[in-house]
């Protein structure tokens, strides 16, 4: 559509001139996508146990991210040291570096959280507290979230509720940093449904 609209303002050579940009555009949206998805095939496939599958962050992947982080920071601060801004045009950018830093912290403070299934059960460590449950069947929603995010979204985290006696156990895929690990744990979960 945009470049329907280039040709209209600039004509064709407008078009040519700048396919370069959009080249780069797009190879930078299949590098998000490829990087996502090998980071997916990775580190979102769970442990296999003895009678289950364990499903958490593990340690290298959580360095990666904060490793991310520090190198967005960096980044953009040196582009804001860099530049010759006015006083108030400061503020957007030095907001912008909290949100990886705020990424960083609910990352480090929900490390130890995890899910492991067996058929029929689940031991799990959400938020500090550890517990077994039994379920009988399972559902994968989306909702809201306690975890930082970014998008316009307010339901982007899947949620696993598990039934079985008594109240459901809800968990909160983001906010335990297994927000990538929903097909995966819907793969092990379908044959025991």
Known sequence: MILVFQVFETGWEGLMSS???????????????????????????GVSLPEGK?????????????????ATIAG?????????????EY??????????IASSINFFLNRKDFIEL?????M???????????F?????????????????SKANSWHLQLFGRGKAQIFDLKNMNLNGHKKAIEQYLNPIK
């Not at 396919?19 to 496939?45: D, N, T």
């Not at 559902?139 to 995010?149: I, Q, R």
């Open 54 to 70: 364990r499903f958490e962050l593990s340690t290298f992947a959580e360095v990666i991210l904060h490793s991310f982080n520090v």
């Open 118 to 122: 067996a058929p029929g059960k689940v």
């Open 124 to 134: 799990f460590m959400d938020n500090g507290k550890m517990a077994n449950k039994e």
């Open 76 to 88: 953009m601060i040196y582009a804001i040291s860099a530049s010759s801004l006015k006083w108030y």
């Open 91 to 100: 503020i957007m950018p030095v907001l912008m570096c909290l949100l990886p």
């Open 19 to 45: 396919l370069p940009y959009y080249g780069l555009l797009a190879g930078g949206i299949a590098l998000v996508l490829l990087i996502q998805f090998v980071w997916r095939l990775i580190f979102c496939q």
């Open 136 to 152: 009988k069947s399972f559902e994968f929603y989306l909702a809201e979230t306690d975890a930082l995010s970014t998008s316009f």
